[in-house]
């Protein structure tokens, strides 16, 4: 689990050299503030020479002014490297952020299938947060404390060279024993900020099912896991306190082996008259002032040492990669797309395999289910496909592969004759437009959850759209209009209204092919007939595929495909299946659809 320094060099070097400057001025500040430390037992010491030989008050007075005047300008610089250097950490932190998110997004759904929000939050904020430190001090502040331990050792060579050879080792003995203490805590907080993330994953997890739990009388089950996690978290916690303790305890004990070391040789050397009383007294200061570097550069290596967790943790997410490639450079047509599926097979527990990192499931030797099995069909442009099925039998799945959520193992899928595969990944969700029964509104306008941020949609279009679907009511009962923003939770919206909104979105997006994953249930009269409406507009110079549970929706099909357990059931023109009386297609109609589906 050790990090090489290399790996610290390069994420250092990535993150802080588009600040350059500002690591500069923290440097400078940083580096004044230590000059000025080493500048002020000077002053101490002829301040208290001058007054044990009696010099004069003037003398004194200048040394005085000098001595604060010294201190005042160290703060100053105290708190500018403070200030730059928190700046450098947020501005460097918040970029690995981005990149972590980034990078987050363009991982295919078997990856988020496996990792729970919570999880990814811990990730993405806990474990970033931690190389704050790290960013703003780490490379500045061990420098830093190195050259003024460095600075105290020459000053005190100097001064006397029994004083100098007695801090070196002193200096010598005290870094080497924390430096080999270093990594003990580090396998502790490693494991700590593991349970962090469960924990964070199952409170996440709780809170989007809270209806269900309560609904169900989970609450029993919900706090046994709570504690749970709890009990492996506080002795988790205290394992890698007690670790730094032991680091701790160490570096005072050193300090007063200092004190004694600088204590007994002053003293020594005063009674041989070697040294003046003021001397005496500098070698005592410079000896404390040692203890600061030496403990900042203690603190560093705790730092580091929570901070190396947490970067093996973030090197071990970036290295999660897609399995998803990001496609070829062929351009599908515009307009109304042909959707060829050719041969198609597909399993999850295959690509969840894939997915794993040291830190997820192992890909499971045993053979993977099948959810979808040599699937072939060819919808010609403009034509609407039916696609009916129990439920389970994989209709959700195929639609997963036309916009590419996941790869099909084998066979081939072509959009106006491109393999999808060939088509750049971020160019097919322009082509392929999704309403699913989940719709999910974002915590932004309705406007930007219509448009998903695209500009150059107008207003005027937006209007348009949702009086076509019926809800120039709705917009207007909102206090801004399409400004107004919407909330979590749907903000209140019934299921047929968010699912307008879903259509309205597929309708200003103009995608060449269009899935509808119908809503089945809980629809009222009017919203029903709107819905229907909604659908006959949608599809009017689009290629459809439906995801059908209802008869009124097949009713438009061109063509019917009945899926059972992931393998074509029945394929061919809705209009001839309804006239041979064998199909299963006619007795489906015969019997009522859903009944005999579901
Ligand atoms: N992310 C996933 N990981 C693993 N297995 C999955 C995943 N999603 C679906 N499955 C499995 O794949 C099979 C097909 O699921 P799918 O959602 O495609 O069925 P469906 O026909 O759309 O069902 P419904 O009509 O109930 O929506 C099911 O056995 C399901 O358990």
Same mark, same amino acid.
């Not at 009713?555 to 899926?563: D, K, S």
């Given at each position: 689990?050790?990090?090489?320094?290399?790996?610290?060099?390069?994420?250092?070097?990535?993150?802080?050299?588009?600040?350059?400057?500002?690591?500069?001025?923290?440097?400078?500040?940083?580096?004044?503030?230590?000059?000025?430390?080493?500048?002020?037992?000077?002053?101490?010491?002829?301040?208290?020479?001058?007054?044990?030989?009696?010099?004069?008050?003037?003398?004194?007075?200048?040394?005085?002014?000098?001595?604060?005047?010294?201190?005042?300008?160290?703060?100053?610089?105290?708190?500018?490297?403070?200030?730059?250097?928190?700046?450098?950490?947020?501005?460097?932190?918040?970029?690995?952020?981005?990149?972590? =998110?980034?990078?987050?997004?363009?991982?295919?759904?078997?990856?988020?299938?496996?990792?729970?929000?919570?999880?990814?939050?811990?990730?993405?904020?806990?474990?970033?947060?931690?190389?704050?430190?790290?960013?703003?001090?780490?490379?500045?502040?061990?420098?830093?404390?190195?050259?003024?331990?460095?600075? =105290?050792?020459?000053?005190?060579?100097?001064?006397?060279?029994?004083?100098?050879?007695?801090?070196?080792?002193?200096?010598?003995?005290?870094?080497?024993?924390?430096?080999?203490?270093?990594?003990?805590?580090?396998?502790?907080?490693?494991?700590?900020?593991?349970?962090?993330?469960?924990?964070?994953?199952?409170?996440?997890?709780?809170?989007?099912?809270?209806?269900?739990?309560?609904?169900?009388?989970?609450?029993?089950?919900?706090?046994?896991?709570?504690?749970?996690?709890?009990?492996?978290?506080?002795?988790?916690?205290?394992?890698?306190?007690?670790?730094?303790?032991?680091?701790?305890?160490?570096?005072?004990?050193?300090?007063?082996?200092?004190?004694?070391?600088?204590?007994?040789?002053?003293?020594?050397?005063?009674?041989?008259?070697?040294?003046?009383?003021?001397?005496?007294?500098?070698?005592?200061?410079?000896?404390?002032?040692?203890?600061?570097?030496?403990?900042?550069?203690?603190?560093?290596?705790?730092?580091?040492?929570?901070?190396?967790?947490?970067?093996?943790?973030?090197?071990?997410?970036?290295? =999660?990669?897609?399995?998803?490639?990001?496609?070829?450079?062929?351009?599908?047509?515009?307009?109304?797309?042909?959707?060829?599926?050719?041969?198609?097979?597909?399993?999850?527990?295959?690509?969840?395999?894939?997915?794993?990192?040291?830190?997820?499931?192992?890909?499971?030797?045993?053979?993977?289910?099948?959810?979808?099995?040599?699937?072939?069909?060819?919808?010609?442009?403009?034509?609407?496909?039916?696609?009916?099925?129990?439920?389970?039998?994989?209709?959700?799945?195929?639609?997963?592969?036309?916009?590419?959520?996941?790869?099909?193992?084998?066979?081939?899928?072509?959009?106006?004759?491109?393999?999808?595969?060939?088509?750049?990944?971020?160019?097919?969700?322009?082509?392929?437009?999704?309403?699913?029964?989940?719709?999910?509104?974002?915590?932004?306008?309705?406007?930007?959850?219509?448009?998903?941020?695209?500009?150059?949609?107008?207003?005027?279009?937006?209007?348009?759209?949702?009086?076509?679907?019926?809800?120039?009511?709705?917009?207007?009962?909102?206090?801004?209009?399409?400004?107004?923003?919407?909330?979590?939770?749907?903000?209140?919206?019934?299921?047929?209204?968010?699912?307008?909104?879903?259509?309205?979105?597929?309708?200003?997006?103009?995608?060449?092919? =269009?899935?509808?994953?119908?809503?089945?249930?809980?629809?009222?009269?009017?919203?029903?007939?709107?819905?229907?409406?909604?659908?006959?507009?949608?599809?009017?110079?689009?290629?459809?595929?439906?995801?059908?549970?209802?008869?009124?929706?097949?009713?438009?099909?061109?063509?019917?495909?009945?899926?059972?357990?992931?393998?074509?059931?029945?394929?061919?023109?809705?209009?001839?299946?309804?006239?041979?009386?064998?199909?299963?297609?006619?007795?489906?109609?015969?019997?009522?659809?859903?009944?005999?589906?579901?």
């Amino acid at each position: 689990m050790k990090i090489g320094l290399k790996q610290f060099g390069n994420l250092l070097i990535d993150y802080l050299k588009p600040q350059k400057g500002r690591v500069a001025k923290f440097a400078i500040a940083l580096l004044a503030s230590i000059g000025l430390q080493l500048l002020n037992p000077q002053i101490l010491r002829n301040f208290i020479d001058t007054a044990v030989a009696g010099g004069s008050a003037q003398s004194l007075f200048i040394a005085a002014f000098l001595f604060i005047g010294v201190a005042l300008a160290k703060q100053l610089m105290s708190i500018a490297a403070t200030y730059y250097g928190e700046n450098v950490a947020w501005t460097a932190t918040n970029a690995l952020r981005a990149d972590l =998110v980034e990078h987050c997004l363009k991982l295919d759904l078997s990856f988020h299938k496996i990792t729970t929000p919570g999880e990814l939050v811990e990730r993405v904020d806990g474990d970033i947060h931690n190389l704050s430190q790290f960013f703003s001090k780490f490379s500045v502040y061990i420098l830093g404390s190195l050259l003024l331990i460095l600075g =105290v050792i020459v000053v005190m060579f100097v001064e006397d060279w029994r004083a100098g050879m007695a801090i070196s080792f002193f200096a010598l003995i005290a870094l080497s024993t924390l430096i080999s203490l270093r990594s003990i805590a580090v396998p502790y907080w490693g494991k700590y900020r593991q349970i962090n993330a469960e924990f964070f994953g199952f409170l996440g997890e709780q809170l989007t099912s809270i209806e269900d739990i309560r609904a169900n009388g989970a609450k029993n089950y919900v706090m046994y896991r709570f504690y749970k996690i709890l009990q492996r978290w506080l002795p988790t916690y205290h394992k890698a306190r007690f670790a730094d303790t032991i680091l701790w305890t160490t570096t005072n004990g050193i300090f007063t082996l200092g004190y004694v070391i600088a204590l007994a040789l002053a003293l020594y050397l005063w009674n041989q008259k070697a040294i003046t009383i003021g001397t005496a007294y500098v070698f005592f200061y410079y000896t404390t002032l040692l203890s600061e570097p030496i403990e900042q550069i203690r603190n560093q290596l705790e730092d580091l040492q929570q901070a190396e967790a947490s970067i093996y943790r973030i090197q071990d997410l970036f290295q =999660v990669r897609s399995q998803l490639n990001a496609g070829g450079k062929e351009q599908l047509p515009s307009g109304a797309l042909s959707v060829t599926l050719t041969n198609v097979s597909f399993s999850y527990s295959d690509v969840q395999g894939q997915a794993s990192t040291s830190l997820r499931i192992k890909k499971p030797d045993i053979k993977p289910e099948l959810i979808l099995q040599d699937i072939s069909f060819h919808l010609p442009p403009g034509h609407v496909l039916g696609l009916l099925g129990r439920t389970g039998s994989g209709k959700t799945t195929l639609a997963r592969l036309l916009l590419r959520l996941y790869d099909a193992q084998s066979g081939s899928i072509r959009l106006g004759n491109v393999p999808i595969n060939q088509t750049p990944l971020t160019n097919l969700s322009k082509h392929v437009g999704l309403v699913t029964q989940n719709v999910q509104l974002f915590q932004t306008t309705v406007r930007n959850n219509l448009t998903f941020f695209n500009e150059n949609i107008s207003d005027e279009r937006i209007y348009e759209t949702l009086k076509m679907l019926g809800l120039s009511g709705w917009l207007h009962s909102l206090p801004k209009d399409l400004d107004t923003q919407l909330g979590p939770d749907n903000s209140g919206l019934s299921a047929g209204q968010a699912q307008l909104l879903a259509f309205a979105r597929v309708f200003l997006k103009d995608p060449g092919l =269009v899935i509808l994953d119908e809503a089945s249930s809980r629809l009222d009269p009017t919203t029903e007939k709107l819905i229907e409406k909604a659908i006959d507009q949608l599809l009017i110079g689009h290629t459809g595929i439906i995801i059908a549970h209802r008869l009124a929706t097949v009713q438009r099909a061109n063509q019917i495909l009945i899926l059972d357990k992931g393998r074509v059931s029945e394929y061919g023109l809705r209009e001839e299946l309804m006239q041979d009386s064998h199909s299963r297609f006619a007795q489906l109609l015969k019997t009522g659809l859903t009944n005999l589906l579901v």
